[in-house]
Nanobody, 120 residues
């Protein structure tokens, strides 16, 4: 009924940049918070940053100043712009969204994840 489709990801050199996008589709009434998480092998999934429906953002200390989250409400899409990438940023990145469906129920949805590898 509701689906999050991610695009982007890939291999980038240290210091480089990469942009991810995640579009929500389906029987959507409204989208509240949208967020990006990441998970490296053997580690817990961690919150990278989130953005509210009003555009307010917050970030993990490890990415603050390097990553930027934005959203296009007309397209039901959230973006993650990554700059000055470090090998430590290598992980599978997941999109998450709190969505109210046309039935009036609230649920949290996840994208399938996309691999970001930072290596020379």
């Amino acid at each position: 009924q509701v689906q999050l489709v991610e695009s982007g990801g890939g291999l980038v050199q240290p210091g480089g940049s990469l942009s991810l996008s995640c579009a929500a589709s389906g029987s959507i009434s409204s989208i509240k918070d949208m967020a990006w998480y990441r998970q490296a092998p053997g580690k817990q999934r961690e919150l990278v940053g989130k953005i509210t429906s009003e555009g307010s953002t917050n970030y993990a200390d490890s990415v603050k100043g390097r990553f930027t989250i934005s959203r296009d409400n007309a397209k039901n899409t959230v973006y993650l712009q990554m700059s000055s990438l470090k090998p430590e940023d290598t992980a599978v990145y997941y999109c998450n969204a709190a969505i109210v469906t046309s039935r009036g129920t609230w649920s949290s949805y996840w994208g399938q994840g996309t691999q970001v590898t930072v290596s020379s």
